[in-house]
């Protein structure tokens, strides 16, 4: 859900995603694999790397979960070959999605995926017709706090942050994807503390979709929820747009 504020979509999240901790590391996992097979498994030298282990230990990721993981991608331990896919449509109201796929069975993967969107009264659309109004970027999520708004803008954008935006509950930094570690990385020298399970690099949307029905909102929701509870479904992006008395509304159910 990309409601008003990011802070409530993560507030709405929270419970979701504690119920789902072994889905989280399973996910985790493969993209360690994935990324550790790309650029080595030395996290100080994968920076990509070194923050999807650090994403894992904000969430109580076992390390033996992450050493494995690692092992599969330089090849220490057999692993199967994950491919990744993307997949694209409409929810309700006319939500764009965008699904990322990590498989290692892509005709299975497909077939669930499909399924989820019959069952939502969707089907997939051309590749590009809904990614086109999205763009990666890095997300930073920070937490009110001791620090000021002036301290976390003075290190982000010296570390090569584009923008912060400051929201009810938080800051939000926002960042080229290949800046993303390096603007970690300065945050946390500078002793600035920030949600590592919810920052990431990932598709932002630059044109929205305004919800302003809550039993749409409530429909594409249950729709996000349906692919995101798939093995392979990595990430779930949407443009959705709803007003805070939704967003709380919501948070209340």
Known sequence: MSGHSKWATIKHKK?????KRGKIFSKLAKEMTVVAKQGGGDPGNNPTLRTLIAKGKSV??????????????????????????????????????????????KNRAAAEVRNVFKKNNSDFATLGSVSRNFERKGTIMIPSGAITE?????????????????????????????????????LEKAGIAFDQEN????????????????????????????LEDLDDIQDVFTNMDVSDAISDALDAE
Do not use: W
């Open 150 to 186: 002036d301290q976390i803008m003075e290190v982000a954008l010296g570390a090569g942050a584009d923008d912060m935006v400051t929201e009810e509950g938080g800051y939000t930094v926002t960042c080229q994807p290949s800046s993303y570690s390096a603007v970690c990385e300065a």
């Open 60 to 105: 109580n990721m076992p390390n033996d979960n992450i050493d494995r993981a690692i092992k599969k991608g330089t090849g220490e331990l057999a692993a199967d070959i994950l491919e990744e896919i993307t997949y694209e449509g409409y929810a309700a109201g006319g939500v764009g999605l965008v699904v990322k796929v990590l498989t290692d069975n």
């Open 199 to 226: 920052s990431r690099v990932g598709l932002v949307p630059v044109a929205h979709a305004a919800v302003s029905d809550i039993g749409v909102a409530r429909s594409v929701n249950k729709f996000i929820a349906a």
């Open 15 to 19: 419970g979701a995603a504690d119920a």
